[in-house]
């Protein structure tokens, strides 16, 4: 019997993507999906680690320009953000429930990375302020790593839609965790945390991507 107390990140409302099959899972069950709206004031980098006894453990940046020192060395680069996953295909239009996408896998990592490099700078027009992003999963490519592979999801801009009623956030989520809202728009960026090892896109002096 599992462990009521412990939640896993693939339960629930979190979402992933697979590298051994290159598509999005949820509640352990394959997730069509092919856009993802993002939700740019939930987006978090930061450290997370696994382990069987205490579960998933994250801690998180301030904001995304502010990076913080790897806790120890378990942790392995982290995000998260709240999405709104769609599937459209011809006739085909659906719609999922809002998702946590909230990993450390190298491959979704970069993925997140390669994501939000994708609409930052379109984020910053006057046009778009009070809109999100939508983006298109474009597929994912599939990279060796050490004795080992992954797969990075990769995506490109859509569209900046306004927020939909059904875009509704848990009530939850932040309660049990101190939040500190990190949105998409330019602060203190004097610093980088670069770990070419875990991290093959690179920061730079302008977006935090």
Known sequence: MSNPFIVDSEDSVYISHKAATK????NKEELDVNYLMIDTA????????????????????????TPMDKPSDDHKKAFSVWVLPKYVDGDKNIEHAPCLWQRHSFGE??????????????????ENKDKLPVVKWIGSEALSIGMGTTAIPKFELAAFKERPDNFI????YGSEEEESTPVVSPKDTSSSDVDTKETPVSFNDEIPF
């Open 23 to 26: 598509s999005w899972y949820k």
């Open 42 to 65: 939930t987006m978090k980098f930061g450290w997370g680690a696994y382990t069987p006894e205490s579960g998933y453990s994250y801690v998180w940046q301030k904001d995304l320009f």
């Open 109 to 126: 990592y970069s993925g997140f990375q390669q994501m939000g490099a994708s609409f930052y700078e379109e984020s910053q027009k006057p």
């Open 169 to 172: 956030i848990p009530s939850w």
